[in-house]
C-alpha cells in the first residue's frame, strides 16, 4: 500500500468531520505535506485522531472527505461505492419497466464528492467537479462495467466544463467507453425523451425533476399549460400526455426548442408548441391565457456574492407569471440555486404576490428525488426547491 500523504488540523477544527461533514476547509488545516491537487490524504485532529480520507485541492475547500474509515482506497472501494449506489436506487423502484433513466452517483450524497454520474438505458454520462475523481476516471469505468456488466454501452467524459479552469484546459469531452452515433431514447414513467448528452445542458437531461414532472400530470387534464425554460420540454411532454388541451415550451435556445418539438413528436403529441424566445418578453402579452405555469429556470445565484440579485430575479419572475396566469390557476415554481435556502425562496415567492396582489395558497412543497440522496450531515446538498400554487 502506498504511503498516504497527511493533513493535520487545528485543534477545535475535527468537530465538523467527527459530525461526518465531508469539506475540510484551508483555514483547519495546521501542517500538511507538499501536495498536489487531486492528492489522496488522510486527515488527523491535532491530537492525532484519524477523521477521513479524502483528495486534497488546493481551494477553500481543501478536503473533500471519501471515506470516514481508514481504508485503502483501491479498486474494491471504487466498486463498493458504485454498486452501493445502484442497488440504493434498484431497491427504491426508481429504475424499473416504466423508467431507464436516473442520476446514478450525487457526489457528497453518494459519499463521492466531486462527481455526479447519470445513468441513461444503459449509457453512462460521467461528470467530474473535482481533479482528484477525474484522474481516477479508469478506476472509476472499471466499477461501471462491473456494475453493469454486458448492460454498460458507453461511459461519455463531459467533464472540461466543470473542473477547475487551469486542468480544464487540458480535458476534452469525450468517450472513454463505446462510442457516440446512436440516437438515445430513455423512458421516465413511461415517456420518451431523446437525449443528447454531447451538445445539451449539463449532462443531457434534468433528471431532477422526474417526481415534479409526474406531480404536473395531475393537474393538466383539460388545461392550457406554459412550460417556462423549458429546455427540451420534459414537464411539456407529461402535461401534454395527462390530457393538457395545449402546451407551450418557451426557452431562448434554439436546439433546446427543437429537441422539445423532436420529444413532442416521439411522444405523438398533437397540441405542443415551441417558441424560441426569452420569458420575460414572451410572458408580456398573455394575459389570462394559461391555466398551469411552470417557472423552471436555471440558477439565479452559483454563489453567496449574486445571492441579493438571485432573490431580486426571482421575485421578478413569479411577480411577472402571477399578473399573467388565469383565476383559479396552478402556478409550479422552482430554485435550483444551492445557496437559496427553502425559507428564502419562500420569502421571495411570497413577495412576488403582494407585488403582483394576487392572493395564493401553497398547494406542495418541492424537492429533489431520491437519487439525489440529501444526507443529514451535508444539508448544502439540498438545492432543488419548489412550490406549487393555488392563484386566486
Same mark, same amino acid.
Given at each position: 500500500?502506498?504511503?498516504?500523504?497527511?493533513?493535520?488540523?487545528?485543534?477545535?477544527?475535527?468537530?465538523?468531520?467527527?459530525?461526518?461533514?465531508?469539506?475540510?476547509?484551508?483555514?483547519?488545516?495546521?501542517?500538511?505535506?507538499?501536495?498536489?491537487?487531486?492528492?489522496? @490524504?488522510?486527515?488527523?485532529?491535532?491530537?492525532?485522531?484519524?477523521?477521513?480520507?479524502?483528495? =486534497?485541492?488546493?481551494?477553500?475547500?481543501?478536503?473533500?472527505?471519501?471515506?470516514?474509515?481508514?481504508?485503502?482506497?483501491?479498486?474494491?472501494?471504487?466498486?463498493?461505492?458504485?454498486?452501493?449506489?445502484? &442497488?440504493?436506487?434498484?431497491?427504491?423502484?426508481?429504475? %424499473?419497466?416504466?423508467?431507464?433513466?436516473?442520476?446514478?452517483?450525487?457526489?457528497?450524497?453518494?459519499?463521492?464528492?466531486?462527481?455526479?454520474? !447519470? =445513468?441513461?438505458?444503459?449509457?453512462?454520462?460521467?461528470?467530474?467537479?473535482?481533479?482528484?475523481?477525474?484522474?481516477?476516471?479508469?478506476?472509476?469505468?472499471?466499477?461501471?462495467? /462491473?456494475?453493469?456488466?454486458?448492460?454498460?454501452?458507453?461511459?461519455?467524459?463531459?467533464?472540461?466544463?466543470?473542473?477547475?479552469?487551469?486542468?480544464?484546459?487540458?480535458?476534452?469531452?469525450? =468517450?472513454?467507453?463505446?462510442?457516440?452515433?446512436?440516437?438515445? @431514447?430513455?423512458? &421516465?414513467? %413511461?415517456?420518451?425523451?431523446?437525449?443528447?448528452?454531447?451538445?445539451?445542458?449539463?449532462?443531457?437531461?434534468?433528471?431532477?425533476?422526474? &417526481?415534479?414532472?409526474?406531480?404536473?400530470?395531475?393537474?393538466?387534464?383539460?388545461?392550457?399549460?406554459?412550460?417556462?425554460?423549458?429546455?427540451?420540454?420534459?414537464?411539456?411532454?407529461?402535461?401534454?400526455?395527462?390530457?393538457?388541451?395545449?402546451?407551450?415550451?418557451?426557452?431562448?435556445?434554439?436546439?433546446?426548442? &427543437?429537441?422539445?418539438?423532436?420529444?413532442?413528436?416521439?411522444?405523438?403529441?398533437?397540441?405542443?408548441?415551441?417558441?424560441?424566445?426569452?420569458?420575460?418578453?414572451?410572458?408580456?402579452?398573455? !394575459? %389570462?391565457?394559461?391555466?398551469?405555469?411552470?417557472?423552471?429556470?436555471?440558477?439565479?445565484? /452559483?454563489?453567496?456574492?449574486?445571492?441579493?440579485?438571485?432573490?431580486?430575479?426571482?421575485?421578478?419572475?413569479?411577480?411577472?407569471?402571477?399578473?399573467?396566469?388565469?383565476?383559479?390557476?396552478?402556478?409550479?415554481?422552482?430554485?435550483?440555486?444551492?445557496?437559496?435556502? /427553502?425559507?428564502?425562496?419562500?420569502?421571495? @415567492?411570497?413577495?412576488?404576490?403582494?407585488?403582483?396582489?394576487?392572493? @395564493?395558497?401553497?398547494?406542495?412543497?418541492?424537492?429533489?428525488?431520491?437519487?439525489?440522496?440529501?444526507?443529514?450531515?451535508?444539508?448544502?446538498?439540498?438545492?432543488?426547491?419548489?412550490?406549487?400554487?393555488?392563484?386566486?
Amino acid at each position: 500500500m502506498k504511503p498516504v500523504a497527511k493533513i493535520i488540523l487545528h485543534n477545535g477544527k475535527e468537530h465538523s468531520l467527527l459530525r461526518f461533514h465531508p469539506w475540510v476547509f484551508s483555514g483547519a488545516i495546521k501542517i500538511k505535506d507538499d501536495l498536489q491537487d487531486g492528492e489522496l @490524504v488522510e486527515v488527523f485532529s491535532a491530537k492525532q485522531q484519524f477523521l477521513g480520507v479524502g483528495h =486534497y485541492s488546493n481551494a477553500s475547500i481543501s478536503v473533500r472527505i471519501i471515506s470516514f474509515k481508514q481504508v485503502e482506497i483501491n479498486d474494491d472501494f471504487w466498486f463498493n461505492k458504485i454498486n452501493k449506489a445502484y &442497488e440504493y436506487r434498484k431497491n427504491l423502484g426508481i429504475l %424499473n419497466e416504466s423508467t431507464n433513466v436516473c442520476r446514478l452517483i450525487f457526489g457528497e450524497g453518494d459519499g463521492l464528492p466531486g462527481l455526479i454520474i !447519470d =445513468y441513461y438505458a444503459g449509457h453512462i454520462v460521467f461528470q467530474a467537479h473535482s481533479i482528484a475523481m477525474h484522474l481516477n476516471r479508469e478506476a472509476l469505468i472499471k466499477a461501471l462495467q /462491473k456494475t453493469f456488466g454486458d448492460g454498460l454501452k458507453s461511459v461519455y467524459d463531459k467533464s472540461s466544463e466543470t473542473l477547475p479552469k487551469q486542468y480544464a484546459q487540458g480535458v476534452k469531452n469525450q =468517450y472513454l467507453l463505446g462510442q457516440g452515433g446512436e440516437r438515445v @431514447v430513455v423512458k &421516465e414513467n %413511461n415517456c420518451e425523451f431523446i437525449i443528447d448528452w454531447e451538445n445539451g445542458q449539463k449532462t443531457g437531461f434534468f433528471v431532477d425533476q422526474r &417526481e415534479n414532472r409526474s406531480l404536473l400530470s395531475k393537474y393538466s387534464k383539460g388545461k392550457k399549460v406554459l412550460n417556462t425554460f423549458s429546455y427540451t420540454g420534459g414537464f411539456s411532454v407529461y402535461a401534454a400526455l395527462a390530457g393538457a388541451t395545449l402546451v407551450h415550451s418557451v426557452d431562448s435556445s434554439a436546439p433546446a426548442i &427543437e429537441l422539445s418539438r423532436q420529444n413532442a413528436d416521439l411522444n405523438k403529441i398533437k397540441n405542443h408548441e415551441g417558441y424560441d424566445e426569452d420569458v420575460f418578453d414572451f410572458l408580456k402579452d398573455k !394575459d %389570462n391565457v394559461y391555466d398551469v405555469i411552470v417557472l423552471d429556470p436555471p440558477a439565479f445565484a /452559483k454563489s453567496r456574492d449574486v445571492k441579493h440579485n438571485a432573490v431580486k430575479g426571482y421575485i421578478k419572475l413569479n411577480a411577472l407569471a402571477l399578473r399573467k396566469i388565469k383565476p383559479g390557476g396552478i402556478l409550479f415554481t422552482f430554485s435550483c440555486s444551492g445557496v437559496i435556502d /427553502k425559507m428564502l425562496f419562500y420569502n421571495s @415567492v411570497a413577495a412576488a404576490a403582494i407585488e403582483a396582489g394576487r392572493n @395564493v395558497k401553497v398547494v406542495h412543497y418541492l424537492c429533489q428525488p431520491a437519487d439525489h440522496p440529501v444526507i443529514p450531515f451535508f444539508p448544502e446538498g439540498e438545492y432543488l426547491k419548489g412550490m406549487v400554487l393555488w392563484v386566486e
